[in-house]
């Protein structure tokens, strides 16, 4: 795989593990199993981060619950059929696994860097307090032929400037991956709590 391609996704996350891991799917006999890690914000709130890890990369089977961990990867997407629909599954996939003494240091703890193509135009309001926001969908290339499709959220000025973006434009963001609790409303009309999870841009700038 190329390194060069590597460069266009990376990202860095260190956190409190929140569950055990549990089997997500196989690639050629390699499995892949999900977690929750717990990542401090500057503020006080908390962000959960699904954590994508290969059986061959750690001993998937341990408890690590309530241990610091620290992954560094990608942030990728991933499409998963539910009964007629599909849905983006979005989630750090580690390459690398450390295990900190702490992660006290929060303006480290949560780091993104993407290189992609602005795929849908830019959806930019205001909130009711006046507060300016606008929602970008990156896709962000992958070796053969491959692509992760990214939901970011940019603010104030940041959002004024990518509500100008077309599509296809190649975009650098920085930022950090956060989670965010919504209502969804079922087939029977009732609202289920789930959590979405996005790029919050620090920075981000129009290369062509």
Request: charged share 30%; with cysteine; glycine share 6%.
């Amino acid at each position: 795989m190329s390194e060069k391609m590597l460069e266009n996704n990376k990202v860095n996350v260190i956190g409190e593990v929140a569950e055990n891991f549990t089997f997500s799917h196989e690639v050629f006999g390699e499995g892949f199993y999900l977690t929750t890690l717990l990542v401090n914000r500057l503020s006080d709130q908390v962000d959960e981060i699904p954590l994508m890890v290969s059986e061959r990369l750690m001993d998937v089977n341990q408890d690590y619950r309530g241990g610091i961990l620290e992954a560094s990867g990608q942030f990728r997407s991933l499409k998963r059929h539910e009964g007629n629909r599909h849905r983006l599954v979005l989630s750090v996939f580690a390459r690398e696994i450390h295990f900190p003494d702490d992660c006290s240091d929060t303006a480290r703890t949560n780091q993104i860097f993407l290189d992609g193509y602005l795929c849908k135009e830019p959806v930019y309001r205001k909130t009711p307090l006046g507060r300016e926001i606008a929602d970008l969908l990156l896709a962000v290339n992958r070796p053969y032929g491959k692509s992760d499709y990214i939901p970011c959220i940019a603010w104030g000025r940041n959002a004024r400037y990518a509500a100008g973006f077309r599509v296809g434009s190649r975009l650098r963001i920085w930022g950090r991956v956060q989670s965010r609790e919504y209502m969804k409303k079922t087939e029977d009309a009732e609202a289920e709590k789930r959590i979405a999870y996005e790029v919050s841009v620090s920075k981000l700038e129009c290369v062509e």
